[in-house]
């Protein structure tokens, strides 16, 4: 059975057919957090549906290499590359430094991924980590000849590329027409900044000497020279949230395209945005809604993943707390099918091929999770069922083969007495069986015999 795996490519606004460059690994880059504050979960829709990808890809077989980076430096309060920088802001606000609010966000963050089952990245990497990378990335393209230096810093010429902005299909007379926003010295509304300098009147907690004076990197630069440190200057995949098609990774696609004359990745992907119809989203805000926050209402996070699973990644998807209820409600009315289905038998290749069909077709969950549903209510042997959705969720995530119901206190006595009474039913000894079955309900608890073994409760109205 192959099925192709189909994807969409924002580069070339095209679903295509997916095939490794290199068949020893997929080589995959998604842009990471931006250090300054605790991640939203309209964030962390992105990183679950890169977390979907990334598994859909091992699903169909190949070894995938992940890089993600954390920005710790360079990203300004616009992402046209004016205002404060984030980070300081960030420091100034919690009244510690920008050193170390990078260490508690980035450290908040890898837990907020443990606990929505994401995994790890092969490689992490920090924009502070790879300054000479940076550097030297700069340099390339200045010796190009697509730099020019201004006041504050210095900056790409994206006139000078013939195709600056082709995969967000950037209208760049219309842009410079209707430039209205605050261009400084730049030349283009569109040109970015790849070098900042420190201003002279203070020094910034995050600095470092470059060939053009003391300062940071933009915010672009870092991604562009580290996934070619990482993954070479052509890998297969590359992706991020939609906001970043028309700035960040337009400016990505620039940089590498001077320096190295690729287009960067083979694939690029992106995530649509969860929506709040009034609570506040950005980050920014300062008020918004994180995994803690769902934590402090009782909620499992998992129930958040299950409810990012009921939409297409190229959708957006509005929050509601009904709507987060529902999936908390099927997730554990799946979660409870499963457990009573016992020990895994063999997995059904019907069902298996159904579901394969819907994730190949560019990561279709909300189909694939209509298969698990109808393989939830369908007739196959209990233990058929089991294996089965152990195998979707290879790509669901949802820690099914771990989860029990939660048990009562079950007290030592009545536990002795129902092991004792398993051992006699498994020596054939009848009678002692149920001698030992009566002791337990007179005490007031009732014994259910399930596939994975006896389960002991306290008897409704004892
Ligand atoms: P940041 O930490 O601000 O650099 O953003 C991290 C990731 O979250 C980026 O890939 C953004 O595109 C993505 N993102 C930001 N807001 C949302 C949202 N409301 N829904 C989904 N993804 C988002
Ligand atoms: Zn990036």
Redesign the pocket.
């Known amino acids: 059975m192959t099925i192709a795996l189909k994807l969409y490519d924002t580069y070339t606004r095209a679903l295509r057919d997916f095939e490794p460059l290199d068949p020893a690994a997929v080589r995959m880059y998604t ?4 250090v300054y504050n605790y ?2 979960i ?2 962390l ?3 679950i549906f890169e977390d979907i990808l990334r598994r859909a890809l091992e699903f169909n077989g190949y070894a995938v290499k992940h890089v993600m980076n954390i ?1 710790d430096v360079g ?1 300004l309060t616009s992402d046209a590359d004016t205002g404060e920088d984030k980070m300081e802001k960030g420091a100034a606000r919690t009244g510690k430094t920008a050193w170390e609010i990078a260490e508690i966000y980035a450290h908040a963050f890898k837990e907020d991924l443990q606990r929505l089952n994401i995994l790890d990245p092969s490689i992490w990497c920090k924009a502070t980590d790879h300054i000479a990378e940076q550097i030297a990335f700069i340099c390339c393209i200045e010796d190009k000849g697509f730099c020019y230096r201004t006041d504050d810093g210095l900056y790409f010429d994206t006139s000078k590329l013939s195709d600056y902005g082709y995969m967000a299909r950037l209208n760049l007379e219309g842009l410079q027409a209707g430039a209205r926003i605050e261009m400084g010295d730049k030349r283009n509304p569109t040109d970015f900044a790849l070098w900042k300098f420190s201003p002279k009147d203070k020094q910034r907690q995050m600095e470092w000497d470059s060939p053009w004076g003391i300062g940071f990197p933009g915010w672009h630069i870092e991604c562009s020279a580290m996934s070619a440190k990482y993954l070479g200057p052509f890998f297969d995949i590359h992706c ?5 098609i028309s700035v960040h990774h337009s400016n990505e696609i620039a940089q590498t395209e001077v320096c190295h004359g690729t287009r960067l990745a083979n694939f690029w992907m992106h ?5 709040l119809d009034d609570a506040k ?1 950005a ?1 920014s805000s300062g008020d918004f809604l994180r995994v803690q926050t769902l934590l402090d209402r009782g909620i499992d996070p998992l129930a958040y993943r299950m409810f990012c699973l009921s939409a297409h990644y190229r959708s957006k998807l509005n929050f509601t707390w009904d709507g987060l209820d529902g999936a908390a409600t099927a997730l554990n009315r799946l979660r409870a099918s499963a457990f009573e289905w016992g020990a895994p038998g063999e997995a059904d290749a019907g069902f298996i091929e159904r579901f394969t069909q819907c994730v190949n077709d560019d990561l279709n969950m909300p189909r694939a999770m209509a298969v698990v549903w109808e393989l939830v209510k369908s007739e196959l042997p209990p233990a058929v069922r089991k294996a089965t959705v152990l195998v979707f969720d290879r790509v669901l995530g949802l820690r099914l083969a771990e989860w029990h119901p939660a048990e009562e206190t079950v007290p030592a006595e009545i536990m002795a007495l129902v092991e004792q009474r398993t051992l006699a039913r498994k020596e054939k000894r009848w009678k002692d069986a149920d001698v030992l079955r009566n002791q337990v309900i007179t005490a007031g608890y009732e014994i259910e015999d399930k596939p994975g073994g006896a389960r002991v409760r306290l008897r409704k109205g004892a």
């Not at 842009?31 to 931006?34: A, H, S, V």
């Not at 991020?240 to 970043?244: A, K, L, R, S, T």
């Not at 995530?271 to 929506?275: I, P």
């Open positions: 842009c990471g957090p931006t991640a939203h309209g964030n829709r992105t990183y920005t990203h991020g949230g939609e906001d970043h995530g649509y945005f969860l929506q989203m980050k």
